[in-house]
């Protein structure tokens, strides 16, 4: 154990180029003759029976999983034209830009939950389905959306009568890459057998020529697809120059579809001397000790060398002593030696700004302390007037003021921080107080769930929405106007409505309203509405904010959403405190 220990320990203390040496011998050259000598031992026991054999199986193998992968494809192509919910977004006819939208997101959605779960459809490139007035495209388009608008393609597809169509690989473009793929196509009916859309399911090339892989054929044979007609329809290993004759040549035919998989081996692989093998071996081992020699000595240069010069670096800067040096080599050591001397640099700024910034603070805390002597003069005086009210019985005077305090008192206490719905109602009723002594033809009534009262929000949400209904929607007549704000918990969201029965908006007016709460203009009239919608998303995200609905004549309500957070306890409002 102790032994095991020392040689850990004596591992680990070693330079980095040293390891790599020691690792090189067993890991490239032991790997390398012994992968040699099996492939020199594989070809000299290799016979022509064993090879006809073998490729025959592996062929009739290939064939076989060739006709499962298409039969797969096939039924793919079925499940699409089985989708009645598909039927049913594919036959809609999107009367505006939003509607066309709305039909493109269901199709792709759908075909993209059709596609989902099998493992083979990872091949699929993309999905086409065109209709007499639309076309979508799931995956990655073509530049000509896969040639589905050739008239030969389309004429073809049509002649199936509903069936499918295989059509012979060729090249496609699109923003990504170029690649050769496969297109099946046939034509979805709906129940009335009333063609829907036309289907082109573009499928790469590679979910065949991975069956070779996978199947494992002979690493030099060259092998070939046909169609039923005898047309070529791909080609994978070896190409095939001129007739071969020094070859051993197998064909199968697929009784599914008509489609024959032929394949070569050439003789002379078979008749190659142990000799030659053995002389690339040496040579390749050779090879390997070079490569793994001159590897080395790069690594060193590019990596080992400025590794050393960011770790004297890294002392430096720990010791905030002499001049970093400069790093040349691997981009990722230097980009590390860069990074550690800017974070320096920046950090001895940030020192001196701390310092610059401490001094600032304290100068700050004492303007705080000055700036506070005038909200504490102008609450002594409205305190004085209060008193004054009361000396002199003027009781309407001293509830205004009353109301007013309450208001200032709330506005400073604990500036920016949230507050309880229940306080922000009690606050409102004070504002509604001040306001009715100019507006006396207006009442508001409040209903609003219980379990609200303790929801935490910002502070004056309310206030702007109930002053925007005063101010613009209360016409100055005899009439009686009301305003009711309503609120209840939905998905862990509150809703709250402030509605009135005022003169309403116009729909010119109410899309300028919209367009204020969406920043494209501006408009002073409403720039309380502007500020509560965007303290919400500030805070709580884009999901939420405010909505307005008017009608002239009608009244404008105001429609506020809100994260429920229950930071506080839960307290009931004061018995007959709803109306004022």
């Not at 980009?335 to 610059?356: D, G, R, Y």
């Not at 229940?422 to 606050?427: A, P, S």
Request: charged share 25%; net charge neutral.
């Amino acid at each position: 154990m102790l032994k095991k220990l020392h040689v850990v320990f004596k591992w680990s203390r070693l330079r980095l180029h040293y390891k790599l040496l020691i690792i090189y011998i067993p890991l490239i050259i032991l790997p390398a003759v012994l992968g040699m000598f099996l492939i020199t031992n594989t070809f000299s026991t290799f016979s022509r029976k064993t090879i006809t054999q073998y490729s025959m199986n592996m062929l009739n193998l290939t064939v076989k999983k060739i006709n499962e992968r298409v039969i797969g494809y096939e039924k793919l192509s079925k499940q699409f034209l089985a989708d009645e919910q598909l039927c049913e977004f594919l036959s809609s006819s999107p009367e505006t830009e939003f509607d066309r939208f709305d039909t493109q997101k269901n199709v792709l959605d759908r075909v993209g939950l059709i596609l989902l779960g099998d493992e083979q459809n990872n091949y699929v490139e993309s999905v086409v389905l065109t209709t007499p007035g639309n076309r979508y495209v799931y995956g990655e388009g073509d530049e000509k959306d896969f040639g589905v608008d050739d008239p030969d393609y389309k004429e073809k597809v049509k002649s199936r009568e509903g069936a499918f169509i295989w059509f012979i690989p060729r090249k496609f473009q699109n923003s990504e890459k170029s690649f050769t793929a496969f297109r099946l196509a046939r034509v979805i009916r709906d129940k009335k057998l009333n063609e829907v859309a036309r289907l082109t399911i573009v499928i790469d090339e590679s979910a065949i020529t991975d069956i070779f892989e996978q199947v494992g054929l002979y690493y030099n044979m060259g092998l070939y697809l046909y169609d039923d007609d005898n047309l070529p329809i791909l080609s994978y290993g070896k190409t095939k120059e001129n007739t071969q004759e020094n070859s051993l040549n197998f064909i199968v035919r697929s009784s599914y579809n008509g489609w024959n998989l032929s394949a070569f081996y050439p003789l002379k692989l078979l008749n190659e001397p142990i000799g030659k093998m053995t002389r690339l071996s040496l040579i390749i081992i050779l090879v390997f000790i070079l490569l793994g020699i001159t590897g080395t000595y790069v690594i060193a240069i590019n990596l080992i060398i400025p590794m050393r010069k960011l770790l004297e670096n890294i002392k430096r800067g720990a010791d905030n002593s002499g001049q970093f040096q400069e790093v040349s080599g691997t981009i990722e050591v230097v980009e590390i030696n860069n990074t550690f001397v800017n974070m320096v640099k920046q950090i001895h700024h940030l020192a001196q700004e701390v310092i610059a910034n401490q001094k600032k603070k304290q100068e700050a805390e004492i303007r705080v302390l000055q700036n506070q002597l005038s909200p504490h003069f102008l609450y002594n005086t409205l305190n004085s007037i209060r008193w004054m009210a009361m000396i002199q019985r003027q009781d309407n005077i001293k509830d205004m003021t009353d109301s007013l305090m309450r208001l200032f008192t709330y506005s400073i206490r604990d500036m920016g921080e949230p507050a309880s719905l229940k306080d922000e109602l009690e606050i409102l009723k004070d504002y509604v107080k001040i306001q009715k002594v100019r507006y006396h033809n207006f009442s508001m009534l409040i209903d609003i769930k219980k379990e609200l009262y303790g929801a935490r929000i910002l502070k004056f949400l309310l206030q702007p929405l109930i002053e925007n209904s005063i101010v613009h929607g209360l016409a100055e007549t005899d009439r009686t106007w009301e305003i009711i704000i309503t609120g209840n918990l939905k998905d862990q969201d509150i809703h709250i409505a402030v509605k009135d029965n005022g003169i309403g908006m116009s729909r010119e007016d109410l899309k300028k309203v919209n367009e204020i709460l969406s920043q494209r203009c501006d408009d002073k009239n409403h720039i309380g509405l502007r500020s509560v919608h965007e303290r919400i998303q500030l805070n709580y995200g884009k999901a939420y904010g405010i909505s307005i609905k008017s009608e002239p004549g009608e009244g404008t309500c105001v429609h506020m959403i809100l994260p429920f957070e229950k930071y506080f306890k839960e307290e009931a409002p004061d018995e007959n405190s709803n109306d004022c």
